[in-house]
């Protein structure tokens, strides 16, 4: 066997959390779009300065 039980557990463990990083930056990038998009909402009824 080329692999022992531990490296296949670490293996399956460190793709889960690839997995989880990945579904966590997608959940943050849609925040931060959302987020953008309020701002410049707000920044619109800003008064302009001269």
Excluded at 23 to 30: C, G
Excluded at 39 to 46: G, I, N, P, R, T
């Amino acid at each position: 066997m080329l692999f022992g039980e531990n490296s296949v557990l670490a293996l399956y463990k460190i793709d889960k959390e690839r997995k989880d990083l990945k579904k966590e930056i997608e959940n943050l990038k849609e925040s931060n779009q959302k987020l953008q998009k309020e701002y410049f909402s707000l920044k619109q009824l800003e008064p302009k300065d001269n």
